[in-house]
């Protein structure tokens, strides 16, 4: 988290970037889904252009580090359908269970080490996606992952063991 | 009645032990609850949409599964605190 009043640390360069792609992505991204040219839809647009660049633009002033996300780590996420759907299911049955009293849901919460770092941007970019692409798994929720201390921590409703996208992306079990 | 709209009732049907979760427990219970929930009404109305052929509604589901993502991570970031 950035302490109030910090100014944009990291390259200006990177972030003149993001916002020459962010201004010219976002009209462009909505003409593509909404596809059409009615006056009404365009003003819509406009406005949803403009919101996204200001977000797009606090967010890179108030952004303390630099994040640099590696397609390596960014590929690890093709295992996530399936941790969808075996989660859903898992969960589905639990609930199942609990609502009919047959054996009540517990309520884990497990750490384990995990490889982080607030100085690297690779390692920050990892723990970024560790926690986003973890948490779409509906039986695996990171509640945080501990810089100082190289911990994750996670709750589950049915013990399992740390996903192998997880572990690639800096996971030690 | 077709086959997509059966099968969109069959899973609205498991929204029910959602709901239960939802309704009782610590707040880490219902938020798995709450994800499992927008799973499925994702999937429900991407089932609906396709049963009553009426395609320009997927923008729904989508929207959802995006919002309830985030909304997913912002609870999950706020439970920390009260850990």
Known sequence: MTAPGNKAAGPPSRHIALSIVTILLAPLLWLLFVYTSNPHELIVGVAASIATIVFIFFVCRSSSSSITVRAPDLVQGWRLPWYIVSGAFEITLILLKDLLRIAPAENLFF?????TSSEDPV????TVLAVACTTMAPNFIVIGI???QRRMLFHQIAPSSVPLMTRALGAQP | MNPWLIAAAAVSAS???CADMCLRGAPERRLVGLEMA??????????FTVGFGRSIFIDLPLALAIMSFGGGLVFARFLEKHL
């Open chain 1, 111 to 115: 750490f384990c080490k995990f490889d």
């Open chain 1, 146 to 148: 501990d810089q100082t």
């Open chain 2, 15 to 17: 929204l029910v032990p």
């Open chain 1, 123 to 126: 390692r920050i970019g990892r």
């Open chain 2, 38 to 47: 927008s799973l499925i009404v994702t999937i429900a109305m991407v089932l």
